[in-house]
């Protein structure tokens, strides 16, 4: 059995308008957003082995602000490969990790994030799958469980969504506030 936790980088700032897209750092709400996940992964002891974390700012920040809840044994990878990567192109480097590790964690961007989401779940609650078919914001996390052996195995419809989790389901004062 192997876990994935495609995590969208929390909420980010265009206040500077003449940074690059990839310099773009969090704004206060996605900042909070980010503390709220940490504490979620933590209670409910979501805690992966590896996180492949796209280098751009605002993943790095989310990355940032989940790694004191993460009880210090999980691995952390940054790569560029995951900044404006496709759903195959994320799968693929999900592929190629060790098979010992059962669960992990990539933080990313949409579209590719979104669309792999879609792309691997086969079942689950109906209800969290109409949810994560609707939207899936900044700061959302899908937790997705495919009965293989080899990260190499995981396949279109071959996982289970077993949670769907957005910000303004940790914390009301993070259903839309400003700031």
Not at 87 to 94: C, N, T
Request: proline share 4%; with cysteine; aromatic share 4%.
């Amino acid at each position: 059995m192997k876990t994935l936790y495609l995590l969208r980088h929390a909420k980010s700032s265009w206040k500077d308008a003449d940074l690059d897209d990839f310099d773009r750092p969090l704004k206060g709400r996605g900042r909070r957003a980010g503390e709220a996940m940490g504490l979620h992964l933590a209670e409910k002891g979501r805690i992966p082995d590896l996180v492949l974390c796209s280098t751009a700012r605002r993943t790095v920040e989310t990355l940032d602000l989940l790694s004191p809840h993460l009880g210090g044994t999980t691995a952390c990878d940054l790569t560029a490969d995951l900044y404006g990567a496709g759903a195959g192109s994320i799968l693929g480097l999900v592929a190629r990790q060790d098979d010992h590790l059962k669960a992990i964690m990539v933080i990313g961007h949409n579209p590719g994030l979104e669309t792999l989401a879609r792309e691997l779940t086969g079942g689950g609650r109906v209800a969290l799958r109409r949810t994560l078919e609707d939207k899936f914001p900044t700061g959302a996390l899908a937790v997705l469980t495919a009965d293989v052996d080899h990260w190499k195995d995981l396949r279109p419809g071959g996982a289970k969504l077993k949670d769907f989790v957005r910000p303004v389901d940790l914390d009301t004062d993070l259903a839309g506030g400003r700031a």
